[in-house]
């Protein structure tokens, strides 16, 4: 099986530029979450979904971010505009909902100049 | 509310030497615990998980965590350590009707000497 993908896996954009950053969960699996990885702030919960829905989004640092769900086997996290504090590794996972354990895609490294 | 505390933030041990990885948990319903492992520009992946059956868990690449809820403690163990052992590791903690949504230590950090 094929595991989480994101896309792009490297991203470079200048600031106040949009920035699209997007991930196919493993197929079947109800729970998608979006994480930020700095090495100020370590790993933060940004948003997650169940069946598609968002369930918290209260780690969304700002609303110049914003994520969507539009079906089960496909997210995006936009971050419009962009700046330089929003350069981080951003993943995604996914988990079953009878199964706790979440996998992780292999992140996308995102530098805002 | 749920919270790990990894005690440590940087371990470093010799190649052949036992691995030791503490993490302590706080939680006010039976807790699912996990560990994970980060190489250097990966994804997290998972090592091995509690779910309530065996208490000591075995994982991949010769790591293994015992459950001590008196201790309230998951502390992560290798008997001897590889150069390839090297990464993060992220202690977290879930629990039923909680949305699957896991709770992360801050992480320690292992390095390997020869």
């Known amino acids: 099986d094929a595991g989480v993908i994101q896309s792009p896996r490297h991203e470079v954009t200048e600031m106040g530029q949009e920035v699209t950053l997007r991930c196919k969960p493993i197929s079947g699996h109800d729970y998608l979450f979006w994480y930020r990885q700095t090495m100020m702030r370590g790993l933060e919960l940004l948003i997650y979904f169940n069946n598609n829905v968002p369930i918290d989004d209260s780690g969304m640092p700002e609303d110049r971010f914003s994520a969507k769900m539009p079906n089960a086997s496909f997210s995006t996290l936009k971050i419009q505009p962009s700046e330089p504090r929003d350069s981080a590794v951003y993943f995604c996972a996914s988990s079953l909902a009878s199964r706790y354990e979440q996998y992780f895609g292999p992140g996308t490294r995102l530098t805002v100049t | 509310a749920q919270s790990v505390t990894q005690l440590g933030s940087h371990v470093s041990v010799s190649e052949g030497a036992l691995v030791l990885l503490r993490c302590n948990y706080s939680?006010?319903?039976?807790?699912?615990l996990f560990w994970y492992v980060q190489y250097p520009n990966q994804g997290l992946q998972l090592l091995l998980k509690y779910t309530s059956a065996a208490t000591l868990v075995k994982g991949i690449n010769g790591f293994e965590a015992e459950f001590k809820k008196s201790e309230t403690s998951f502390h992560l163990t290798k008997p001897s350590a590889h150069m390839s052992d090297a990464a993060e590791y992220f202690c977290?903690?879930?629990?039923?009707?909680?949305?699957?949504?896991?709770?992360f230590g801050a992480g320690t950090r292992l390095a390997v000497h020869p």
């Open positions: 977290a903690v879930s629990f039923s009707g909680g949305y699957n949504k896991l709770i």
């Open positions: 939680s006010s319903v039976p807790p699912y």
